[in-house]
């Protein structure tokens, strides 16, 4: 009987031993793998958080590149498509342009004045501007499409100003327009040399 009761007393003293390890395992090793999955888990969620951030600033720098990609462009094409000719070419073919729609909708044109071509931007830049002002007579309908068709009329000009006000003669536009053109061709040269 003395066997027995010493096998029994050896596995209670095992017995005790395991749970004595099982609860210094779970006193001091869980909660430290616990909290270094949390750290872990932490970690994982601000890189994904800051991949996903660096994702989106690089987005919004390639639409930012596009953007100005297409910029460029746009003046490339408008830069070639400026007149290459004196002032008094572009004046020409704008006077010619707002006659002939002027006419073609019904609007009498008054005092069309062009001012001195000056130099737009920077130091060195060939761009000059024409200043145009004009006066056009007629109904209000008339107005509206002269102004959609000189818009399309692919002269390289900007509406400065304008106003429209009723007058005895009918809707009374009054406009100032600068029209670009590209600088450095005969008349350039020669005042340079």
């Known amino acids: 009987m003395s066997s027995p009761l010493r096998a029994s007393r050896l596995r209670l ?8 390890a099982g609860l210094g395992v779970a006193f001091f090793l869980l909660p430290d793998a616990s909290q270094q999955l949390t750290q872990k888990l932490r ?5 994904e958080l800051g991949r996903n951030q660096q994702v989106q600033r690089l987005q919004e720098l390639q639409q930012l590149a596009d953007r100005i990609q297409r910029g460029r462009e746009t003046l490339s ?4 498509r400026l007149p290459k000719g004196s002032a008094g070419e572009l004046q ?16 009498r044109l008054q005092s069309v004045k062009y001012g001195l ?6 130091r060195g830049s060939d761009l ?3 200043e145009v002002e004009f006066v056009a007579l007629g109904v209000y309908a008339n107005h509206k499409a002269f102004m959609h068709d000189l818009e ?18 009918g809707a009374r536009l009054d406009i100032v327009l600068r029209a ?14």
């Open 92 to 107: 020409w073919d704008l006077s010619k342009t707002l006659h002939a729609l002027a006419q073609k909708h019904g609007l």
């Open 13 to 20: 003293a095992l017995g005790l031993l395991g749970m004595v």
């Open 43 to 47: 970690a994982k969620r601000e890189a």
């Open 117 to 122: 071509p000056t130099r737009e931007g920077t």
């Open 77 to 80: 094409d408008l830069e070639a």
């Open 180 to 193: 670009f053109r590209k600088a450095g061709g005969p008349e350039r040269e020669e005042g340079e040399g």
């Open 128 to 130: 000059e501007a024409v």
């Open 152 to 169: 399309g009329s692919g002269m390289p000009f900007a509406v400065r100003d304008g106003r429209l006000e009723e007058s005895p003669e």
